[in-house]
């Protein structure tokens, strides 16, 4: 068996920044209450005239993640892309990324795990790599989540929260002991599915849109969460996951260099951190500037500390994930 090491990551957000104020314009929400409740001071929102976003933004990641990797995509044997936000109903946006990065005939696996995507597409691609399959592989997340927001004031307890952006590594072989990804541990439990969801276009429903009548069919074709479920989840499922992998791995929370929890809301990430007893300075946040990215937020998070020159050889990161499905999911990496 072989072990898998992050090699190069990058990460693309689209220049549109989307403070609290400019949302204050446009429904009835205040910067005072998003920033109590969520910590998000502002978001970032691809254009709605460019076609192609969630592709197009992980082809900008990939790049960066790729160039810093110091790899072109023919040394990529497959990708594994996350979203919840595809270009298209189907295929996934995978065979998009595939086709822009001109990969020939080259896999591209896709992924619908949402805030765990992340974390579920990096143990997958481990696998891959630890069996001998593949050598090296690209690992996305990547999401255009303005577009289905209702922006109106019934769509505000949603639409405060997410932004748009995407995160990519570059996985590949080594064969250096207790390096890279030490362990992964996914989870989910489907009989919350409906607590988070969009449920249109589905087939569970009318198996299709009817232009008609859309206005009223809001409950169907936006976002829907039972936010105060998802935060009660969301507080004990991550820490919980996290526990899990270090006990796996014998180790404790005192072992972690740097915590990475998923960017669902600050408050969920403080709680996080106070049940692992970890100080502020292992733990890195910035929900502040982009919000809720869902698959794109982990490595997001993993190519801002890398810009700041804090990721360094044989610390401990630990990831964490809680979303939608619900989905949860927790991640170590041996630097
Ligand atoms: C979304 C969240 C911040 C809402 O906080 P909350 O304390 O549960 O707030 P509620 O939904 O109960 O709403 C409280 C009040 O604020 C109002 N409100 C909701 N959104 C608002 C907004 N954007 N601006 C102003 N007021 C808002 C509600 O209408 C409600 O008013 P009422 O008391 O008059 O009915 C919180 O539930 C949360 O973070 N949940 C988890 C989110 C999450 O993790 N989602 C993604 C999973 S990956």
């Known amino acids: ?147 289905a927001l209702d922006m109106t004031t019934r769509g505000r307890g949603m639409a405060v929260l997410f932004g748009d952006g995407a995160g990519a590594v570059v996985l590949e072989r080594t064969e250096e002991k207790g390096k890279g990804i030490l362990s992964t541990h996914l989870f989910s439990q489907g009989e919350y599915a409906d607590a988070l969801c969009i449920r249109e276009p589905g087939t569970n429903s009318s198996g299709k849109i009817a232009y008609e009548g859309i206005d009223e069919k809001h409950e169907l074709i936006h976002p829907q969460m039972d936010g105060q479920l998802v935060f009660k989840n969301a507080i004990t499922r991550m820490p919980e996951a996290t526990m899990t992998a270090l006990a796996a791995n014998n180790l404790t929370p005192d072992d972690i260099d740097m915590f990475l929890p998923h960017q669902a809301n600050l408050r969920i990430s403080q709680m996080v951190q106070r049940f692992l007893k970890l100080p502020d300075e292992k733990v890195y946040n910035n929900i502040q500037k982009y919000g809720n990215t869902t698959a794109a937020t982990l490595p997001i998070l993993l190519s801002d500390l890398w810009e700041q020159g804090r990721i360094k050889e044989g610390q401990l990161f630990a990831l964490a994930a809680f979303g939608s499905g619900f989905t949860w999911a927790s991640a170590l990496i041996r630097w």
């Open 1 to 147: 068996m072989f072990n898998s090491k992050i090699t190069g990551i990058g990460h693309y957000v689209p220049d549109t920044i989307v403070t609290n104020h400019d949302l204050e314009k446009i429904m009835d929400t205040s910067d005072e209450w998003i920033q109590e409740r969520t910590g998000i001071k502002e978001r970032r929102f691809y254009k709605p005239d460019e076609k192609g976003s969630t592709a197009k933004m992980a082809y900008k990641a990939s790049l960066m993640a790729m160039e810093r990797a110091k790899v072109t995509a023919d040394d990529i044997d497959a990708i594994v892309f996350a979203t919840l936000s595809p270009d298209y109903y189907f295929p996934g946006s995978g065979v998009l990324l595939q086709d822009m990065l001109k990969m020939g005939t080259k896999p591209a696996i896709d992924v619908r795990a949402q805030c765990s995507g992340f974390i579920y597409s990096l143990s997958i691609a481990d696998q891959f790599i630890k069996t001998g399959m593949y050598k090296r592989m690209l690992v996305i997340g990547s999401e255009t989540q303005n577009i």
